[in-house]
């Protein structure tokens, strides 16, 4: 299948060599000229056979809008544009009415993997018409992990239900980081326990808290055992914000994600052993730049 993939940072670069892979033609676009293969999106457009499937997998916000507010001038009656960037769900309404009065289809696509999507494969949560879903499946059975369909990817329900999905999952991400950080900090904080890289290594089969992040955060531990060379601050790119501020819409108790957004707050006033295992485990997962500590001064 041919697709016109939009952005091609640490995961859409990674997207597009997982496409190519799997046999498809990815023609991709990117404002830097050492790894786009088009100049322009209006040259993107003339690249691809209609009716013409274009991912955009760009920062959410004023960016994505922009666009995909451009692809509406470039593309065509029976094209259809997929989201995969971290939208907001509230975003993915007007944009799907604005392809929509020229004909063009509109999926959104919350994408789980980060930087290791290339070789596990991404975990995929759709929104959108049983029409454009199957359009794109070719792609999405291909970015997805190997296994049955339904254990990497689910098609939520209509337009929205996908970035939604993926709010919940990041919010969910948070509060999973910051319990196996703050279990960190208190083996770190105990004298009889000699190394707490080690127990968190020995954690990562058999045990019930054994997960991908955790084996990630006894990778972490491994690599750095003090984290010295991190610092405690985290940012917070949003999903965690929206996904309490609908649990207050909802009226549904989120404590866990709420304490753990604000752990993120409070990262930025004061260094914390268990803020630095959440900027670590961040980085490993998702590539996602850290704070180091300065040697200097």
Do not use: C
Request: proline share 5%; hydrophobic share 40%.
């Amino acid at each position: 299948m041919q697709l016109g993939l939009i952005g091609l940072g640490k995961m859409g670069f990674n997207m597009r060599e997982r496409l190519r892979q799997g046999g498809h033609e990815v023609i991709g676009y990117d404002p830097r000229a050492e790894v786009t293969d088009v100049a322009t999106l209006a040259d993107l457009a003339a690249a691809l056979t209609a009716p013409r499937v274009v991912w955009a997998m760009v920062p959410s916000g004023d960016v994505t809008r922009s666009t995909i507010e451009a692809l509406s001038e470039v593309l065509s009656d029976g094209d259809l544009v997929i989201d995969g960037g971290n939208s907001r769900y509230t975003d993915d309404g007007p944009n799907a009415k604005m392809l929509a009065d020229k004909g063009i289809g509109y999926i959104d696509a919350g994408v789980s993997g980060g930087i290791w999507g290339l070789t596990e494969g991404y975990g995929l949560m759709v929104g959108g018409s049983d029409a454009d879903i199957a359009k794109a499946m070719p792609i999405f059975d291909t970015l997805r992990p190997a296994g049955p369909v339904e254990d990497g990817f689910v098609h939520a329900g209509p337009v929205g239900a996908g970035h939604f999905t993926k709010m919940v999952h990041n919010g969910i991400e948070y509060a999973l980081m910051t319990a196996y950080a703050e279990g960190y900090e208190i083996l770190a904080a105990e004298p009889l326990v000699k190394s707490p890289a080690e127990v968190y290594q020995a954690w990562t089969n058999g045990t019930v808290v054994r997960s991908w992040l955790q084996q990630l955060l006894a990778k972490a531990l491994k690599e750095d055992p003090q984290l010295a060379d991190i610092s405690g601050y985290t940012d917070d790119s949003g999903e965690g914000r929206w996904t309490v501020e609908e649990a207050i819409r909802l009226r549904v108790p989120v404590p866990g994600i709420a304490a753990s957004l604000f752990a993120r707050f409070l990262s930025r006033q004061d260094d914390s052993p268990t803020m630095k295992a959440v900027a670590a485990l961040r980085n490993q997962f998702g590539g996602h730049a850290v704070k180091r500590v300065s040697t200097s001064g």
